[in-house]
């Protein structure tokens, strides 16, 4: 931590601020510049947080150096994780393609979307009982119904199941259908939620807030982490900006940066960043290429009747395409497409 | 709501439209353009928008007219509304000041910073006992004994209290204990926790989304509003921009916009839009010029070992100064200051 | 400065960043904590920006801690600058208005602008001779014919001149016309207009760029001042964000920051900020109360046949409502609305 | 044009909207739907604009349907345009690597970097002999000198020239040394350079404006293309977010989407994007999957050296994996790297 002085600081201000740095256990060395003086601080940086320094009379900034996260942190733990999801892994030289239904609608509809997903590539299985939506008046979900639905799709087609849940009173639930648990962007900072998912004994994919810092979304996986749950993948989905074109503006930097920072995998979402079928499939290029550990992508078997998110499903021609893109990008730039399990029933 | 045709699209697509909204049981009205082709409708938004009409083939762009929230709209509820928390109004022709430490920490800070917000005329009290926080390794509040402590010094001062919940799950024990539930910016898409203060029986303060747009905000209070729960103060606090200097840009507009969409009181929060003591003043003076019905600002005794938000918290002459400029200004402007409930005890 | 060493960092590394500030002359002091290293610079920081330090080995961030400008800042300069308009003052304790039509369309129309601008108690007359326009499509200004009749304006009514100029090659033109020179949002780094306006001779309004930093602000302000002149007023007129509810988001919080940080005055545009008329006035009563030195204002005798932003210009009893405020909020505050130049003809 | 009345408007105010369009040759066509009416506009929508339709009573809102674009749009240009630049192709089945320093420097430098770029499979060679620098104390560039420099070197690499030009008066200067104009991002909007070289006879790479829709970007190529000339390449270089641990924020996703609204061709700029070396290459490949008609990439000999954003400038390893890259990924999407022209002089 690095205090800056401002110029016109007095002795007894920098006296003032190295004293209570002592006190509190740490060390701190002046250097006196022409103009300012700034102060390097060595020891405990979360005691530092709570002294108030940038309270001080004299102060005029307080630099953080360390990253704030720890257990998520790339500096303490140099190998990248691999995520396991009932034996599907995420991670390493994999490219894993999880794909389905924006929400649970009918058994039909989410087998024939879980058979389309399985046809196209994919070893996981997505789909939403529990829906976060931004009006009251919209689809909210099926709720455990939904879970059923899901558990029985997944026992005729051989795909785990990565779900939504939206409120840490029904993480229990979900938990007792789900393989992998996921939290949304509007709940990346559902704090009462992340500590409950880091309790399930589930792994969790957390997408990023849709107006998150990279730094926060780590921060927010730490919370998972600090549970004792280090089986978290991160998934870029696009940020808020000024651009209209597109729903959200897929942050593709974000995937190397995170990879560098962290060790946990990171996929991204084409389908929720640009919020058109257009762009999914050159999105989808995209992140193979920039080197993410996954895509997560809706399809739907009737896009126009879709309860939630038609416009972006993937049905038809453009799901073939992307089905021949992932048996092939990933290949040239020296990974591979995980495979789906074994299926178990006649269904596939 | 209006569909827009793409120039390309063929009269067989728009005769598609056309029906799909028939069977839908509204009306649709083709305007025929040299380029392209427009289509009107009339009839249940909410259904329209389950057709999944951007998906149909040369369907263009679909625009939605009406206001997506009903229950918090002006359209329908032109007079403003004043909320009533213990007694004391928010709204109409008063100016309320909210005001106390960011986080409960001690009987001794609780109840000075009380007193200190009561001379400087607030006429009710804010104090976290349950924080989120961006890292998990910062202080999380105090929890039930915070509540308590808040009791205590309600007791002691008789100002009512406004405290924030985090996770559905607390909302009956907080609203056990508070006087009005406030529901912060992290939160604001957290729809479970909005749909149990709607169920409360207690007055809510929703903080805006550092990143929602004001429609977005206002759907969020529609969440609420729908459980029968009308007694809603909207909280304006800053929204996340590329500018650095402050932690927050003030979005001060906001304020007019959302009483002129919405019958609900505005109120503005200087202290976490700016993240800077200095800026305190500027901003609140900002937000009583500009019409907001309120103001909820933090205090301190020493804000120096504050252990959440010190940087911000006012004390002193800045405190002093806010004094002066509620009991001035307001008036000068054709408001007044609310007054404080009678004090209770020997406290004041 | 200050550089962040990483925590791989060899002493190698370091002792090559001691090196190459010894070697520029600068003084180097090493401060070596638990995970990291860091190194406080002393000396020339723009040579030091010169040494490519960020991309040395070991190097992790590099942190300037001075202002990057200094004619422009406060540091050097803690007294507040008053800029004189032909006579007309902007700073100190004034509260000067600037009003007139977006753009000269004809001399009737600049003419009544002008007496209605003046009726509401501007000091100075605002019109576009040359317009920036998104659109090659929209009109684009009256040119050299526009500065004639804004001159005209000038002696029928007594009012100083502010125009835009938005090409380097036009500078002395309008210079040879306008009392002040404006520099509009899309221009702010236009460093070429900058130079040319900096050596124009004449006082100069500079917009903030619509997405501009304070900090970058400030910079485009130094390139003016660093000709000479330093007659210059900044101008707050809204930057972009997701809000979509107006044209930008009035940055309210960037006049006190701006005006700690610099010397210069700061104004406000209420029009251009929201683009609608149902906000100029409230927009306007929060630039006066967070401390504006002044505010610039569309009117129009006609706005709904404007050729320019008719939407935002204000006629009839807004109008009226803004001469009362600019009247009575300033004195409220301690501050005093700027007088007009007593009239020179009979117009007024 | 789409006119959204009021709910309260009354039917004199429609026909006030329907009686001002027909007088500008119009037809509006007026839907009633149960709580609003809408009214659709047939003709020439610039006209429609001039009207001031917003300032209507009872008007709500106006909603603009047609590209505002014409001679820059794919709806009457759908064949892809290919740009020769002194006989190097961007756009169609190519994808063209554009390399070289960020500033000229010195003859040796040039050429070094010259090399270095041919070497990786740069057909053009880029170079600033100009500099638009936020600070007036940052280098400016060699100016004419370094024109000079770069023709040198053109002579002995036989690589074509794009250089940057900031000033509409040095565009017939910069033009009589250059093969390809560029037009940076703080000058997107600078209306008279886009017009200056729109006249100057040579190819122009426009850059977006770092806080630019890609509707306001497209619209400043028009600005160029109503000069007669329509040898333009539209350059996605980052937008201006709220994160911080990126210089910009690619929008990757601008490329269809500019690609789609327009016949232009589309490169990236993986350098500025980013701003880090380290996210040269992972954003290089992004651009190439998602379908980029070039890259435009930093290289010097000597980055920790370079005057001018050496902390991104690719060299050595970096390099060599870039060379690889550009030889292979295209290939395997179905593009062929565009080559160099033939070498005129012994350098090569």
């Not at 058109?276 to 996954?294: F, T, Y």
Request: proline share 6%; glycine share 10%.
């Amino acid at each position: 931590m690095v205090i800056v002085m401002a110029p016109e600081a007095s002795s007894d201000n920098i006296d003032a601020v190295v004293e209570l740095v002592a006190a509190a256990g740490g060390e701190a060395y002046v250097t006196r510049g022409v103009s300012r003086t700034i102060i390097g601080l060595v020891g405990d940086v979360e005691r530092f947080e709570g002294l108030g320094l940038r309270a001080l009379p004299g102060v005029s900034d307080v630099l953080r150096i360390s990253a704030p996260y720890k257990l998520v942190s790339r500096e303490n733990h140099v190998s990248r994780t691999v995520v396991s999801v009932a034996g599907v892994p995420i991670g390493g030289d994999g490219m894993t393609l999880i794909a389905g239904p924006c929400a649970v609608e009918t058994p039909e509809q989410t087998l024939k979307a879980a058979l389309m997903a399985r046809s196209a590539g994919a070893a996981l299985l997505r789909g939403g009982a529990y829906k976060p939506r931004t009006s009251p008046y919209a689809f909210q979900g099926l709720g455990e119904a939904g879970l059923r639905i899901l558990a029985d799709v997944r026992a005729e087609t051989g795909l785990p199941i990565v779900t939504e849940v939206v409120d840490a009173a029904d993480v229990e639930l979900v938990a007792s259908y789900a393989d992998m648990l996921q939290v949304g962007t509007r709940n990346m900072q559902n704090f009462a939620l992340l500590q409950a998912v880091g309790d399930a004994g589930r792994p969790v994919m957390l997408k990023r807030g849709m107006s998150s810092t990279i730094e926060e979304w780590l921060m927010a996986a730490e919370y998972i982490a600090q549970r004792g749950n280090l089986d978290i993948v991160l998934c870029e989905r696009g940020i808020r900006t000024f651009e209209k074109a597109t729903r959200n503006t897929l942050d593709i930097s974000a995937v190397p940066v995170a990879q560098r920072l962290s060790h946990l995998p990171v996929i991204v979402d084409p389908s929720h960043s640009g919020g058109r079928r257009d762009l999914v499939l050159p999105l989808s290029r995209a992140a193979i290429a920039v080197g993410a550990d996954g895509l997560i992508v809706d399809v739907h078997p009737h896009p126009e009747t879709a309860l939630c998110d038609g416009p972006q499903a993937l049905v038809g021609e453009d799901l073939e395409e992307l089905a021949t893109l992932v048996r092939t990008l990933p290949n040239a730039l020296g990974r591979v497409l995980t495979p789906a399990p074994e299926a178990v029933a006649m269904g596939v």
